[in-house]
């Protein structure tokens, strides 16, 4: 089968193969986005990790990406609107499937041949998720297909000096999941995962807000208020932004106008906050001294959750490490991937088996 689902294109596409048509997508829990090697540069596209299904068989796809998210919250009574993996994880197989052809149909034109496609997942995925990815990869129509760590592809997508032995850090904080991941010598040498993300400051900013104010809102504005003002509590002052959201009443299921504020979303952050501490502290503890001076020297946080204010001087007020926030950390994982995509020597064999681990 090819991504195009034509039986005559898929010879085509297995006698043309070539790396050159490669993809680096990371599917992520919110968002999938793909980078294709253009030059030296990246043809960088991003969708929305979300599938429209039959409520009586989700296996059923009707709309992938874009089209599919704007039915979430407005679906007819038989059709739902879901996302294919929750916390970094696929589960469900078909329709992690439909939006992995989505993207490859995106990043490789009709009639094009597929050359590598490389995914990036969570690190601790276990086997079965991994094969499942593979799997997936496979029956959307590519066969060259790797899967390699989102925390090493972001160490790559970063330009971060991977192939050191003196060590590397990546602080991947997305939508589902957070993975802390040493690396050396090219390949992973640590990582601890913490399964919360971005989703869950949002479901915390929705009970805080009812908690304090008596008043439901949607998840979605919880979100784009985190955007706006949010703030990790730290030993710097930092400015108290707020914003006003329209959300109902719990008293009188009339609108009512709530102030969410930076303080609040601190306070929303705060348990999340605390297990990527552990996490950290689980990691340092395992670390060996050799790669504690690259660690240092070598710090890095991506993934979208990354942006919110305070989180650097929060590591450091935590760990004394000093970190750098990526500039792009939402696509510095896709573009990673693309990175191994296109170069087939950037993981080597025995490099590659380790970033599997
Ligand atoms: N400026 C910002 N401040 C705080 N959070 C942000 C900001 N921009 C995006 N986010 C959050 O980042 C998350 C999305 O990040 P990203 O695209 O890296 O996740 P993902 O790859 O879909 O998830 P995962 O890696 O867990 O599978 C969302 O929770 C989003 O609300």
Do not use: W
């Not at 925390?151 to 060590?167: F, K, R, S, T, V």
């Not at 900013?205 to 008596?214: D, F, G, S």
């Not at 000093?322 to 064999?349: F, H, Q, R, Y």
Request: glycine share 10%; net charge negative; hydrophobic share 45%.
């Amino acid at each position: 089968m090819n991504i195009f689902g034509n039986e005559e294109e898929e010879s085509q596409v297995n006698d043309t193969r070539i790396i050159s048509n490669s993809l680096g997508i990371d599917l992520g829990t919110l968002n999938t986005v793909i980078a294709k090697p253009s030059g030296d540069k990246f043809d960088l596209y991003q969708i929305p990790s979300v599938v429209a299904v039959k409520k009586d068989d989700p296996s059923e796809v009707l709309a992938v990406g874009e089209e599919a998210k704007k039915m979430l919250g407005r679906t007819p009574e038989d059709i739902l609107a879901v996302r294919p993996l929750k916390k970094g994880v696929i589960e469900n197989v078909a329709q992690a499937q439909a939006l992995l052809i989505k993207a490859m149909q995106i990043g490789i034109e009709e009639g094009e041949s597929v050359g590598r496609i490389v995914i990036g997942i969570p690190g601790d995925s276990s086997e079965v998720e991994k094969n499942a990815a593979e799997e997936i990869g496979r029956k959307a129509g590519a066969e060259n297909i790797l899967v390699i760590s989102e925390g090493l592809a972001a160490a790559i997508g970063a330009g971060l000096p991977i192939a050191e032995p003196n060590g590397t850090m990546v602080i991947d904080i997305g939508a589902g999941s957070t993975d802390i991941v040493i690396i050396s010598l090219g390949g992973i040498n640590d990582i601890e995962t913490v399964r919360c993300g971005g989703d869950d400051i949002d479901n915390r900013i929705v009970e805080l807000v009812a908690e304090k104010y008596n008043v439901a809102i949607g998840i979605h504005d919880a979100e784009s208020a985190k955007i706006e003002v949010g703030m990790i509590h730290c030993s710097e002052q930092l400015e108290n932004l707020s914003v006003e959201v329209i959300g109902k009443s719990l008293e009188t299921n009339r609108p009512k106008k709530v102030v969410i504020d930076s303080m609040l979303v601190a306070d929303a952050v705060e348990p999340f906050m605390q297990e990527i501490v552990d996490g950290l502290n689980v990691i340092l503890e395992r670390l060996s001294p050799e790669l504690m001076m690259g660690v240092y020297n070598n710090a890095v946080a991506v993934g979208g959750s990354s942006r919110l204010r305070g989180l650097k001087e929060r590591v450091f007020d935590e760990i004394s490490i000093p970190i750098e926030v990526s500039d792009d950390p939402m696509t510095v994982v896709a573009k990673g991937t693309a990175i191994v995509a296109a170069e087939p020597l950037a993981l080597e064999p025995e490099v590659r088996l380790r970033a599997m681990k």
